[in-house]
C-alpha cells in the first residue's frame, strides 16, 4: 500500500472516531463546559442591545430606603410605586425575577395589584415546584414513584392583574448555567419569562406579526382569535403564546412560509429582526443556549431606588432613558459577599461573584432582540467538520516526519481555533473546539507516531531478516538500532579471529558450473558456521572459500578462548562428516586462531559497508592459517590464545616470524579435547617438544633422529617433515650462534 493510501485511511480512521467520539454524552459535557469557555474567552465581552435595562435591588438600594436586605420583607407599595415610575417612563415590557406566593399586608398587595393591572404589560414569576405521587398497583400496594410540577402562581390580587405568570427556571451552583428554557416542557410546556416578555414586547410593537400569524392560521385552518380584546382579557398573552406554539408544532412548514413571506414584506429592517426571531422562538426547540455579553454588569443596571427617585423633571433630562425599553427587575450585586442569587457561568468572577439570575433572564431576552443565540452547527455540519479535520490532520501528520507533524498541527489548530472564534464573535455560531483540537489532534499525533513507529518496527524487522543472512543476532541488533550511522556502532574490543581456508577450491571452481558450485558452497558453509555460532561465536566475513569468526569481549576472557577453541575443533570435525557425504568432493579445510585487540564495526565508505573485524589480529590469524600449509597441520592457534587455557591436547609448533609480520609468535597445534585423545597422541607430543628442544639448540644430526621417531611413532606428521627439512638446510647453511630459533617463512 502507498504512503498516500495509509495517509487517507488514518486520515478517515481519525475523522470517523472524532465523529462517533462527538455523540458519547462526556464529550457533549466537555465541549459545553470548555468549548463555550474558549470561545467566549476568545471573544470578550461584548455591547447588549440598549433595549434591556436591568432594576437591581443590590445592598446600595436597600441602605438607601433603610430597609432590610432581605427584598421580600420591603413593603409591595414600593413595587407599585416601581411599576408606576417605569410606566411613566415609558417602559414597553416589565418583568419580575421575585416571587410573591406569600401574602403580605393586604393593602400592600392591593396597591401593588393596582398597579400592576393598570400598567398591563407587567409579567410575574411563578414558581416550578416538584410533587413526587407514589403510584399503586391492582392490589394497592406502591408500584413507583412519579414527579409531578406544579407551577405556583403569586398571591391572588396579584395572578389576577398580571398580564402574564411564567417561570425562568435555571440551575444552582455548582452546575454551569449555558442555557436557558424558552418553553419548560416539565410544565406542560408553559413559555418561560424571556419568551412572555419578548412576545409582549414585540407585539406592542409589531402589530403586523399577529396580522401575518393570523393569515396563516386561517389558511391552515387553525382557528386563532388575535382580536385585541382576546389579548388583553385576563392572562391572555399565555393564550395566545400556548396556541400559537401548539400552531407552529402541527404545521412545522407554517414558520418557513412565514419568514418567506416576511422577506418579501419590505418591513423596516428593525421590526424585521424582531419578527423574524418571534417566528424562531416558536419553531425552535424548548431551550436555547446563552449569548452572554460579559462579566455582572455588562447589561445596563439600574439601582432600585434611582427608579423609585424619578421624576418628570428627571424624566425630561433623560437621565435615565426608559421609553420603549424592557425592564428586568430582580437582585443584582457588584460584590460577592453580598451577593444572593448568584449563578455559575462563563463570565463567573476569580473573586467568586456570579451573574445574577435576572441578568441571566435579561440577557436571554437581548439574545432574541437581536436574533444571536449561541447556535451550535446543526447536525450534518458538525459530523463534516469533524470528520474533514480528522481527514485533513490526520493525512497531513502522516505526511511528514514527527518535529514538522508537530509544527503543522499547532498551525492549522490556531487556525482553526481563530475560524471558531470568528464564526462565534459575528453570529454566535458555536463550532466543536474541544473534541477537534485535543481529541482528535492528539490521537493524530500519538496515532501518527504510533503507526510510524510501527511502521518503523516493520521496516527494521525487513532490514533484521536481511541482516540476519550476513550477521549474528546480536550485531543485527546493533546495526539496526544505529542504522542511520553506520559508523557509530564501531568499537575497539578484544576479540578473537578464527580463519579458515579450503584447499583444492580453485580446481573444484574449475570443474564446476557456477551454479552448482553456488549451491555446494552454501552447503559447505553451513557445515563451518554451525560450529561457530553453537559456541558464541560471529561469522564476520566470507570470501571465496575463507571464513573469518570473531568472538568479543571488554577484555580477554578464558570462556571466549575455550568456546574458541571447541569451535574450532567442531569445524573440523564437520568438514570431516561434510567430506563423507560428498563422495566425489573434498574440502579439507585448514584453521588458524589468534586473540588481541580489534576494531569491530562497520567498515566501508559511500554506500558500501561490511561488518567485520580490523586490525593486527585479523592478518595475523590469516597468516596462521596459512601456517598450515607448510606444516601439514589442520588447526593452528597462537601461545596468546591457548595458554592458561586447560582441557586440549596441544603442542608447541614453535617460534615463527611469519610473512609481513616483525615480531615473531609462538605456535602450538590444536589436536584435541584431551579427554577425547589416547595415551598415544600425548607420547608423540612429549616426543615432539624433546625434537624442537634439540632443534634450537642446533643439535642438528638428533634433532633429525627424534623427528623421524615421532614420524615412525605417530605416522605421517607434517610439523616433524618440516622441520627435517630445515635441519638439511641448516646444515649446509648454518644460522649462526646468535640464532634465537625463530623459523622466518617467505611464503603465505
Not at 476568545?42 to 432594576?55: D, K, Q
Amino acid at each position: 500500500m502507498s504512503r498516500l493510501a495509509k495517509s487517507i485511511i488514518f486520515g478517515i480512521i481519525i475523522g470517523v472516531t472524532g465523529v462517533m467520539i462527538s455523540f458519547v454524552p462526556f464529550s457533549l459535557d466537555v465541549e459545553e463546559n470548555i468549548g463555550l469557555n474558549v470561545l467566549f474567552n476568545l471573544r470578550g465581552s461584548r455591547n447588549a442591545p440598549p433595549e434591556v435595562v436591568v432594576v437591581g435591588i443590590d445592598r446600595e438600594s436597600s441602605d438607601a430606603l433603610n430597609l432590610p436586605g432581605d427584598p421580600r420583607k420591603w413593603p409591595r407599595s414600593l413595587h407599585a410605586r416601581l411599576v408606576n415610575n417605569l410606566i411613566s417612563a415609558g417602559a414597553a415590557v416589565i418583568a419580575f425575577d421575585m416571587t410573591f406566593e406569600d401574602p403580605g399586608p393586604a393593602d400592600e398587595d392591593r396597591v401593588f395589584a393596582e398597579a400592576v393591572r393598570k400598567a398591563g404589560n407587567v409579567v410575574l414569576s411563578s414558581t416550578l415546584k416538584g410533587e413526587t405521587v407514589s403510584l399503586t398497583g391492582r392490589e394497592g400496594s406502591p408500584t413507583h414513584d412519579v414527579t409531578i410540577v406544579k407551577m405556583v402562581p403569586p398571591v391572588p390580587p396579584l395572578e389576577e392583574s398580571a398580564a402574564a405568570l411564567a417561570p425562568f427556571p435555571l440551575p444552582k451552583v455548582p452546575v454551569k448555567v449555558s442555557q436557558y428554557w424558552t418553553f419548560g416542557s416539565a410544565a406542560g410546556d408553559t413559555p418561560t419569562i424571556p419568551v412572555v416578555a419578548f412576545d409582549i414586547f414585540v407585539t406592542q410593537t409589531c402589530r403586523d406579526f399577529l396580522y401575518l400569524l393570523k393569515v396563516f392560521t386561517a389558511t391552515d385552518g387553525y382557528n386563532l382569535s388575535l382580536e385585541k380584546d382576546d389579548i388583553s382579557e385576563d392572562r391572555g398573552v399565555e393564550k395566545v403564546i400556548r396556541r400559537t406554539r401548539e400552531f407552529f408544532i402541527s404545521k412545522p412548514r407554517a414558520a418557513e412560509r412565514m419568514l418567506q413571506a416576511l422577506d418579501n414584506s419590505g418591513a423596516a429592517p428593525q421590526k424585521e429582526l424582531l419578527l423574524t426571531s418571534l417566528i424562531k422562538i416558536y419553531q425552535g426547540m424548548n431551550s436555547r443556549y446563552l449569548n452572554f455579553y460579559g462579566p455582572p454588569r455588562s447589561i445596563t443596571t439600574i439601582p432600585y431606588y434611582q427608579i423609585l427617585q424619578l421624576d418628570e423633571k428627571a424624566l425630561e433630562r433623560r437621565q435615565i432613558d426608559l421609553k420603549g425599553k424592557a425592564v428586568f427587575i430582580g437582585r443584582s450585586e457588584y460584590l460577592q459577599s453580598a451577593q444572593k442569587d448568584g449563578y455559575y457561568t462563563v463570565f463567573s468572577q476569580s473573586d467568586g461573584l456570579d451573574i445574577s439570575g435576572v441578568e441571566i433572564m435579561a440577557t436571554a431576552f437581548a439574545n432574541l432582540i437581536e436574533d444571536v443565540p449561541v447556535r451550535p452547527v446543526g447536525f450534518y455540519a458538525h459530523v463534516m467538520i469533524l470528520f474533514l479535520w480528522g481527514m485533513t490532520i490526520g493525512i497531513v501528520c502522516r505526511q511528514v516526519p514527527p518535529g514538522i507533524a508537530a509544527a503543522s498541527l499547532i498551525g492549522m489548530s490556531i487556525l482553526y481555533l481563530a475560524f471558531a472564534g470568528y464564526a462565534f464573535s459575528a453570529a454566535g455560531i458555536w463550532v466543536p473546539v474541544v473534541l477537534p483540537l485535543f481529541f482528535q489532534t492528539a490521537i493524530v499525533f500519538f496515532g501518527g507516531v504510533l503507526w510510524k513507529y510501527m511502521d518503523s518496527n516493520k521496516e527494521r524487522d525487513n532490514i533484521r531478516k536481511a541482516f540476519e543472512y550476513y550477521m549474528p543476532d546480536q550485531v543485527v541488533d546493533q546495526v539496526v538500532k544505529n542504522i542511520g550511522n553506520l559508523q557509530d556502532s564501531n568499537q575497539v574490543v578484544y576479540g578473537i579471529c578464527l580463519c579458515t581456508d579450503a584447499e583444492h577450491y580453485t580446481s573444484l571452481s574449475e570443474t564446476m558450473d557456477p551454479r552448482t558450485l553456488g549451491t555446494f558452497m552454501n552447503t559447505y558453509f553451513e557445515a563451518v558456521f554451525q560450529p561457530v555460532r553453537n559456541h558464541g561465536g560471529i561469522v564476520s566475513n566470507v570470501v571465496g572459500d575463507s571464513m573469518l569468526a570473531v568472538w568479543v569481549a571488554t577484555q580477554p576472557e578464558p570462556r571466549l578462548k575455550q568456546a574458541s577453541c571447541l569451535a574450532a575443533l567442531d569445524v573440523s570435525k564437520a568438514i570431516q562428516d561434510f567430506t563423507w557425504s560428498c563422495e566425489k568432493v573434498c574440502l579439507p579445510t585448514r584453521i588458524g586462531l589468534h586473540s588481541g585487540h580489534i576494531l569491530l564495526g562497520n567498515i566501508g565508505a559511500i554506500d558500501h559497508y561490511e561488518y567485520r573485524p580490523v586490525g593486527d589480529i585479523v592478518n595475523t590469524a590469516a597468516r596462521i592459517e596459512g601456517l598450515n600449509k607448510f606444516l601439514g597441520t589442520k588447526i593452528l592457534v597462537s601461545e596468546e590464545l591457548i595458554k592458561q587455557l586447560d582441557g586440549f591436547l596441544t603442542r608447541e609448533i614453535g617460534k615463527f616470524l611469519l610473512v609481513g609480520k616483525t615480531k615473531a609468535l609462538t605456535i602450538y597445534e590444536l589436536i584435541g579435547r584431551r579427554e577425547d585423545c589416547s595415551e598415544l597422541q600425548s607420547t608423540a607430543c612429549a616426543l615432539f617438544a624433546d625434537a624442537v628442544d634439540t632443534f634450537r639448540w642446533q643439535s642438528w644430526d638428533k634433532a633429525e633422529s627424534i623427528f623421524q621417531e615421532v614420524i615412525r611413532f605417530s605416522g605421517k606428521d607434517g610439523p616433524s617433515r618440516f622441520y627435517l627439512d630445515l635441519c638439511g638446510h641448516y646444515r649446509a647453511h648454518p644460522p649462526g650462534e646468535s640464532w634465537d630459533g625463530v623459523v622466518r617463512m617467505d611464503h603465505k
